[in-house]
């Protein structure tokens, strides 16, 4: 579309004056009815109309409602905890005490009915994450440990599955020239028409089993390697955060290893997946059962003879 072209005078005298696309308006008022342009493009300007043209059409400015900027909090943990007693979301504010200082603390939103819970300080919030932080972390001893049967067990995995591949592989290969072998022979009628469909048959749908079992064990490879490596480094970060103050980053931290984050009578309660609950309990000398554990003993029977003392 075109649209005729304003020049706006340039304030410095040496400086290019403006070309700006303006388009035809018709501004209706309780007073009278303007005809005036407005710039297509206003983002740039103060305002879209000149303040004169309120006045002329009988608009009150006095009685407008002035907007401003709305200020935005950055309150590190909003997001993070639900209310443990009504299972609204959890919210922060700022506060000043007596003496003039600042601080912020949560609350819940009371947005699901009656609300009896007290506010929580950001800082003593912060003093309870860290605690948990200190029961998920590990000593670097046994993450070194860890680390390294991960890397052994990983080169082992691929020599594994390598060696399955190569065995795909051929079989796929074998395949391909039986099923080749058997399309040269039925044109010279050295076979008959229905023995011919059938291996034909039987052979396609063995091709597509490869298929398949290549596809497998090409994702088997980093199935449980990497996730478990995953959680290592996990685990080795809550030893990292134990001692930062970069809260947006603890926030984030729990966002992905923990679960069920509650704030109830100023507790903070965060669940965590079965191996790390697991690594909380061997750490502190506790029994710990859940319904994988057998299953988990079991597959890691093969593997507990490279295990050290402190990890059995």
């Known amino acids: 579309m075109k649209y005729p072209y304003l020049t706006v005078l340039n304030s410095d005298p040496n400086g290019k004056h403006f070309r700006r696309p303006v388009v035809d308006v018709e501004i209706f008022g309780s007073n009278r009815t303007i005809n005036t342009f407005a710039l297509l493009d206003s983002g740039a300007d103060n305002c879209l109309f000149h303040l004169e043209y309120a006045k002329e059409i009988g608009i009150d400015l006095d009685k407008c409602k002035k907007f401003g900027v709305p200020v935005r909090h950055h309150f590190p943990f909003t997001g993070l905890f639900r209310c443990g007693e009504c299972e609204s979301m959890i919210t922060a504010q700022w506060c000043t005490n007596r003496f003039g200082t600042k601080y912020r603390y949560y609350r819940c939103t009371k947005k699901n009915g009656k609300y009896g819970q007290e506010y929580l300080r950001e800082d003593r919030l912060v003093l309870q994450l860290k605690e948990h932080l200190q029961k998920i972390s590990l000593p670097d001893e046994w993450t070194d440990w860890m680390t390294k049967q991960t890397d052994e067990w990983e080169k082992d995995?691929?020599?594994?599955?390598?060696?399955?591949?190569?065995?795909?592989?051929?079989?796929?290969?074998?395949?391909?020239?039986?099923?080749?072998?058997?399309?040269?022979?039925?044109?010279?009628?050295?076979?008959?028409?229905?023995?011919?469909?059938?291996?034909?048959?039987?052979?396609?749908?063995?091709?597509?089993?490869?298929?398949?079992?290549?596809?497998?064990?090409?994702?088997?490879?980093?199935?449980?390697?990497?996730?478990?490596?995953?959680?290592?480094?996990?685990?080795?970060?809550?030893?990292?955060l134990t001692s930062s103050d970069n809260f947006f980053e603890i926030k984030d931290y729990f966002k992905k290893i923990g679960t069920n984050s509650v704030l109830r009578e100023k507790s903070v309660s965060i669940s965590f997946c079965p191996p790390t609950e697991f690594a909380c309990a061997r750490k502190a000398g506790e029994d710990f059962s859940h319904p994988l554990l057998t299953i988990a003993r079991e597959r890691a029977t093969i593997f507990s003879s490279n295990f050290p003392e402190w990890w059995r």
């Open 157 to 240: 995995e691929k020599s594994s599955s390598g060696t399955l591949l190569v065995q795909l592989k051929e079989y796929e290969r074998e395949t391909e020239q039986k099923l080749s072998e058997l399309v040269n022979l039925y044109p010279d009628g050295d076979i008959p028409k229905e023995n011919y469909l059938a291996k034909k048959n039987e052979l396609l749908k063995e091709k597509v089993s490869l298929n398949e079992k290549l596809k497998s064990a090409r994702a088997e490879r980093k199935n449980w390697v990497e996730p478990l490596r995953e959680w290592i480094l996990d685990i080795k970060k809550a030893t990292q």
